[in-house]
């Protein structure tokens, strides 16, 4: 395995981690348009805290796609090779969210926004349970044929261990949602976040020792590389802490800071189990697809870091620039109607 190629496999998992952490808030805010909300004034002014950021923080997931189309066609042809449909219902989902902002600020009716809103809560609700049931599943192993596609059962796709998975990623996208409230609003909303958020952390504790048994029992990342997937394991558990101490104490920012945390640690994690390995193949399958066979020619490889090199910086920039313009808090008593 060349420099090169170990980089961009570390690229790909930065950019899956900086999506999660960005857009993890954002599917969050928008469960509680329906889950947290109790009037179109606040139902507003939820989905303002997100109106100026949601669309850059998905081209953290266009860039990561692109970079992994680029950088391990392989990869990106036998993953698309088994979950082509799993794909297909995220893009749905986060198309779903993307119209409906646009859709409800047009409607005049209560019934049209109303509509709109349960589009925001589904296609926020769906797109990380699938994006949590594809990665778990995925790490677990599927059947992986000499032509390198992937040939499964709806068994492969949908298991406890996935499905457990998907529970997991939805429920502290919801929970960083609520920080993200909780630093963005003023008002009754924001400390209905905080009571809400003080209930799901029992329930976040138990679901982070189920999963963590799941792992145990369903991958070979504790035979492969036990100590840094124990190390990791505890790094998101004492994230965990961390945000519930947070909100405990009212903290918004050690809380926010908190649940990032385990979404991070959660796709590090994953990414640290596959490694060298993009692709595992199940007990029954002729092989797993390493990164030596996945990734493009080191020319690809060498202009994709040169490009990258020049490109990030600005991006970043951007992004730092446009989070401090709309740093202020929202009140809710006096959003328009």
């Known amino acids: 395995m060349s420099t090169l190629e ?3 496999f570390i690229i790909i998992g930065v950019l899956f981690t900086g999506f999660f ?3 993890g808030f954002d599917f969050g805010v928008g469960m509680s348009v329906k ?3 109790k009037n179109r004034h606040e139902r507003d002014a939820l989905i303002n805290t997100i109106g100026p950021v949601w669309d850059a923080n998905e081209v953290w997931l266009i860039t990561a796609g692109g970079a992994l189309f680029a950088s391990f066609p392989e990869w990106y042809a036998t993953l698309f090779s088994g979950y082509y449909i799993v794909l297909f219902l995220i893009l749905f989902g986060l198309i779903l969210r993307g119209v409906s902002f646009e859709f409800r ?3 005049e009716s209560d019934r049209g926004r109303n509509f709109w809103e349960w589009a925001t809560f589904i296609g926020s609700t769906l797109t990380p349970f699938l994006f949590g049931l594809m990665f778990t599943s995925l790490v677990r192993g599927m059947p992986i044929a000499e032509d390198k596609n992937i ?5 492969d796709y949908v298991n406890v261990f996935s499905v457990v998975g998907g529970v997991a990623v939805t429920l502290v996208c919801f929970l960083h949602g609520l920080n993200y409230i909780r630093l963005k ?3 009754p909303i924001r ?3 905080q009571h809400v958020a003080k209930r799901l952390y029992p329930v976040l504790f138990v679901g982070l020792v189920v999963f963590a048994l799941l792992l145990w029992s369903n991958t070979d990342f504790f035979d492969k590389r036990p100590v840094s997937t124990l190390i990791i394991l505890l790094a998101i558990i004492a994230s965990a802490v961390v945000a519930a101490v947070g909100t405990y104490k009212d903290k918004e920012l050690v809380s926010f800071l908190g649940t990032g945390g385990i979404l991070a640690g959660i ?4 990414f640290n189990g596959m490694f060298p390995r993009v692709m595992i193949g199940s007990a029954d399958a002729v092989r797993d697809l390493l990164i030596v066979d996945a990734a493009s020619t080191p020319y690809t490889l060498k202009v994709m870091t040169i490009v990258t090199a020049i490109l990030l910086p600005i991006v970043l920039c951007y992004f730092i620039w446009s989070y401090y313009v709309f740093r202020k808090r929202i009140n809710t008593e006096k959003i328009e109607g």
């Open 6 to 8: 170990l980089l961009w």
């Open 21 to 23: 952490f960005l857009e």
């Open 35 to 37: 889950l947290l909300a």
């Open 105 to 107: 600020h047009h409607m």
């Open 151 to 155: 040939y499964a059962s709806f068994g």
């Open 185 to 187: 609003t003023k008002g």
């Open 191 to 193: 400390y209905r976040a």
């Open 267 to 270: 796709v590090i994690l994953l």
